[in-house]
């Protein structure tokens, strides 16, 4: 296919663009949907499934559930506000070190 891009009119070349991206996704889709294919039968020459590679090649963790942290430290104006004493202070953890207590003051 030889094609004089410099003898076409503008809008010729308008219309051979919207052709060229549409082939473009059209083939990005095929190629995937090779990929996908190829992906699947080698895994499947091993005995996995690739939902079973892709899950155990996401993370060293995988299949663990995480578990939430135990909070460390509660507000005693309000005890439903806990800490963990992981990350970043709370504000009342601040302002209650600020006004004198200590950490092991806000314990719990």
Do not use: C
């Not at 005995?47 to 559930?65: I, V």
């Not at 578990?67 to 005693?76: D, G, V």
């Amino acid at each position: 296919m030889n094609i004089d891009l410099n003898t076409m009119s503008h809008k010729d070349l308008e219309k051979l663009l919207i052709d060229v991206k549409a082939a473009i996704k059209t083939a990005q889709v095929r190629d995937r949907r090779e990929a996908l294919k190829a992906a699947e039968k080698a895994a499947a020459e091993y005995g996995f499934s690739l939902d079973e590679l892709a899950g155990a090649a996401g993370s060293k963790k995988a299949g663990k559930a995480k578990r939430p942290s135990t909070p460390k430290f509660a507000n005693p104006a309000d005890a439903s506000q806990t800490w963990t004493g992981k990350g970043r202070q709370p504000k009342w953890y601040v302002e209650a070190l600020e006004s004198g207590k200590t950490p092991a003051d806000l314990e719990i």
